[in-house]
């Protein structure tokens, strides 16, 4: 029987998940798909060449099921294979955690104490990890931190200029979207390591977004720092804000510790300038000025950011678009690199419209990339190695 590696990618609302065959020393996708667990719960996948397996509704309560239908359809529809292990994205790691681990029942609680640090996305990491441990208690599972590839990171680059104690403490910079980045970074390698070596920014632009400036497939800085609502505007988080304005809130206008942490996280970033949507598509499509205007602050904070990055780089060769926004929007690619321009950013508007591998014009001193991330596949080679499957 052929032995198959599951990935699960949690988010807010669903989980992602990529099902990987074991038959080859390259790790072969044989479905990748997404289990919706919002108020229409469903179950959808696709083959590896695009070919649909499954696209149906889940019941009501699929928030606490959903996992065991997934067990249970990949047990149906793809039978012939058994799953020997089950890796996951876990958002934050902590100073502990810098590489990928097996989950035992002491880790998942030492995870869950790191939950103050991610306070809404470290439950969603840990719920299906639980709950895949309940399912199948034998099967192993790994793993694979967001905040691990950052760990190269100079600590005058990840200290706050805070009373050292609380450095101590573990109050500093972490970075986040570190699945995505490890895959580009690899990806960037595989395509030439003249070019892996350039001085480089990966605009990981999605629901939600952050830059990192890497050199020689290693993290110099990035925007996200002590927690995953800093830098840059998202979907429905502020980005980086003056703490000025978090005390005001609080000792002025007497907003509960609570009531704040869900204004920032769930109520800001696109959705609190338009008042209209956090979906970029959306607001791409939409006249109202409230619209415009945030998807105009979300690329010149974007830009912003690009710029300080590049400081701490010493230039900037080669800047890489990714995830959802950076890999479908080229209104926002354009707008971004316009306002670079006197970094030597040069965008070619045809192949920029066109969402070419390569979007810069000949002239252009930094070489701009549309590159897709795979967060999943990263997840099921450290799982591989982990479980030494």
């Known amino acids: 029987m052929r032995q198959a590696i599951l990935a699960l990618n949690a988010g807010s609302s669903s989980i992602k998940f990529g099902l990987y065959d074991l038959a080859s020393a390259e790790l072969q996708l044989v479905s990748r798909g997404k289990l919706d667990l919002s108020d229409a719960p469903r179950l959808s996948a696709k083959a590896a060449d695009g070919t649909v397996q499954c696209d149906r509704p889940l019941a009501a309560d699929a928030r606490d099921t959903g996992i065991g239908d997934l067990l249970r359809w990949i047990e149906s529809e793809l039978a012939g294979r ?35 640090l991610a306070p809404l996305h470290q439950p969603r990491s840990l719920a299906p990890i639980r709950t895949l441990a309940a399912l199948r208690p034998d099967l192993p599972q790994v793993g694979c931190f967001d905040t691990a590839f950052h760990q190269t990171i100079d600590p005058i680059v990840s ?50 977004a952050s830059l990192c400036a890497m050199r020689d497939g290693r993290s110099f800085d990035t925007t996200m720092g002590f927690s995953a609502l800093d830098g840059l505007v998202m979907g429905t988080r502020c980005g980086a804000i003056d703490p000025g304005v978090l005390l005001y809130f609080v000792l002025e206008r007497g907003i509960a510790g609570e009531a704040l942490q869900h204004m920032l996280y769930e109520e800001s970033g696109l959705l609190g300038i338009s008042g209209i949507s956090g979906d970029m598509r959306t607001l791409e499509a939409s006249d109202d000025p409230h619209a415009r205007e945030a998807v105009e602050l ?34 926002v690619r354009k707008a971004i690199c316009e306002r670079l321009d006197w970094l030597g950013v040069a965008i070619d508007e045809p192949s920029n419209a066109a969402h070419a591998e390569i979007i810069s014009r000949p002239d252009s001193k930094v070489e701009i990339r549309v590159v897709p991330t795979d967060e999943e596949s990263i997840i099921a080679r450290h799982t591989r190695m982990q479980g030494n499957a």
């Open 159 to 208: 200290r706050f200029a805070l009373p050292r104690r609380y450095d101590a403490d573990g109050i500093r910079r972490y970075g986040f979207h570190g699945l995505s980045y490890e895959y580009i970074a690899g990806r960037l390698k595989a395509i030439s390591p003249a070019l892996a070596a350039k001085r480089t920014i990966v605009a990981h632009l999605g629901n939600g």
């Open 298 to 331: 979300f690329a010149f904070r974007a830009a912003r950011e690009a710029a300080a990055l590049a400081n701490t780089l010493g230039g900037l060769e080669c800047l890489v678009f990714t995830a959802g926004i950076g890999e479908r929007s080229a209104p």
């Open 82 to 116: 058994k799953l020997i292990a089950a890796g996951h994205r876990i958002v934050h790691g902590g100073r502990e955690f810098v590489e990928p681990v097996r989950l035992t029942p002491v880790v998942i609680e030492a995870l869950d104490r790191l939950t103050p």
